[in-house]
């Protein structure tokens, strides 16, 4: 029987950019079922957002991520122009993505380095739709499903999930109703997937 692993994470985390590799590394050596679920910051479950951090803690950020794009050698601007920014439309294009069966989370991780790496607005609609484009999807397909009733509800009910699972900041994996905060923790999970 294939594992299931619950994959919340923003589309705006540079945590979850920078996690990627391995966990994409972790999908194809356990065989993994991911389920995919687009979330934001739980602030009802204790999640801060950066720019509510008082400023040494915003300072100390850059200076984790900076030392983790080094160790991961991932390309990655640590004050990108279009950041902070509202992650919700691309998360909607990722729940379009993986209600179609597409590679919901290759595409993710396109969006996250359009963010981080090429400094470009997500926000735009044509600029996810390139992205989306570039994977060799139908991006202004997947950029009209956004507005779709049924992919907004998704996404809302994919951040209440995220709360009732006590998921508060991201990215969080999920195995066996055990949590896994942080791009850092992924050699927990794959300990933990390797044990059964």
């Known amino acids: 029987m294939r594992k299931t692993v619950y994959y919340y994470h923003a589309l705006s985390s540079p945590w979850a950019y920078l996690g990627w590799p391995q966990f994409k590394a972790l999908i194809e050596k356990h065989d993994?079922?991911?389920?995919?679920?687009?979330?934001?910051?739980?602030?009802?479950?204790?999640g801060v957002p950066l720019r509510?951090?008082?400023?040494?803690r915003q300072d100390y950020h850059a200076v984790e991520l900076d030392r983790w794009?080094?160790?991961?050698?991932?390309?990655l601007v640590l004050?990108?122009?279009?950041y902070p920014t509202n992650?919700?439309?691309s998360a909607r294009m990722v729940i379009a993505a993986d209600r179609l069966g597409l590679p919901s989370l290759e595409l993710s991780h396109a969006l996250l380095h359009a963010l981080w790496s090429e400094e470009l607005d997500v926000t735009q609609p044509d600029v996810r739709i390139d992205v989306a484009n570039r994977l060799?999807?139908?991006?202004?397909?997947?950029?009209?499903m956004e507005n779709q009733p049924e992919i907004m509800q998704a996404w809302l009910d994919s951040h209440e999930?995220?709360?009732?699972?006590?998921?508060?900041?991201?990215?969080?994996?999920?195995?066996?109703?055990v949590l896994y905060w942080g791009q850092d923790r992924l050699d927990f999970l794959d300990e933990a997937l390797s044990q059964d």
């Open 32 to 46: 993994l079922d991911v389920v995919v679920r687009p979330t934001r910051i739980v602030t009802e479950n204790g």
């Open 52 to 56: 509510s951090r008082p400023q040494p």
């Open 69 to 75: 794009r080094k160790r991961l050698n991932m390309p």
């Open 79 to 82: 004050k990108p122009k279009y």
């Open 87 to 89: 992650n919700e439309f």
């Open 136 to 144: 060799g999807l139908d991006g202004a397909k997947l950029q009209a």
């Open 161 to 177: 999930e995220a709360g009732k699972r006590g998921v508060f900041g991201t990215p969080t994996w999920i195995y066996k109703d």
